[in-house]
């Protein structure tokens, strides 16, 4: 009997246990699934076995790579919940008790947070645009470089309609639309910038960090021209805006069928100011707006040469950037309808707190 798959499932039972930062599983799958970690070794090691024992190890050791695999998903899942929490946790915290002295109604804090972006990319020259709520799989998935069966789709867990229309699961689902509104003024030399905010929809098991409906704002930017450059700018000059306070930010890969390279941005963690603290993990950045340059695919759906044009996208998740904005710490709270909690959120609360005090 070939013991060593048992072993190295126990090797690394014993290792996923101690591990709790989402960088370190990584170095973990690196170094069992890796081209040259232990499982691949023990792929090696199958040619020294005797022929009628062969079967049997090699489905031993394939047992264990899918036990491995599985593992370190359901790891990645359960840090990445945790590391969400630690940083809405980490949020400063708003008072539901409290009074307000507000009697004509007030607006939610997604629209004052909408508002506020909206605000400041029109000052950037961006115009801000509708999109329906139903839309379809072309527009959702196919015109997005994302085709039928493609495993992208199940990050997406998505509501179709008997019509077989479906809820948007992003607001991408409007980038083609908009690609076409604006190509020939593209042609005539004008850059295509557009920010499109909107309701989304996904079947997520709801809890204090999930919810099966939230709220995006999706960014557009085509030119000749354009390079990764103008979108760092355009994220660190919106996001400081946003905070009040110069925003440091970084770009790690990500993958997104519809930018190519994809990435993701960090903001500097401004609790530790980047030294690693307990609500970065240690880390000193905190995840928050996934981007890259649009992929050639969807600017040719829209009928726009990829070979002229160029541009870059980004999708901001409006309700966790109003979460982390008003300290609310449960998403449930948005769609609760409690008027007690969500008349709390007045525009006052965009002053920052020592600025009232002055006032
Ligand atoms: N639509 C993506 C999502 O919801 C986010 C995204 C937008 C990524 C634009 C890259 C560019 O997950």
Redesign the pocket.
Known sequence: MFEKPAELKKLFEEKLAGVTATADVEQLRIEFLGKKGSVAALMQELRNIPNEQKKEAGQAINETKQFVENAIAEKLEELKKLEEQKLIDACESYDESMPTDNDIGSYHPITLVRREVENIFLSMGFSIEDYSEITDDYNCFEALNIPKHHPARD??DTYYLSTGQLLK????AAQNTILRKYKSSLENGNPIRAIFPGR?FRNEKIDACHENTFF?M?GMMVDKDISISNLIYFMKTMLSEVFQRDITVRLRP?F?P??EP??ELDIQCSICGGKGCPSCKDSGWLELC???MIHPNVLTAAGIDPEKYIGF???LGMTRLAMMRYGVKDIRVFNSGNLKALSQFTEKSFTKPEESKEA
């Open positions: 990050m997406q699961t992003h607001t991408s989304c995006q999706e990500g997104f519809f930018v994809g990435f996934p981007c890259g996208a980004f999708g």
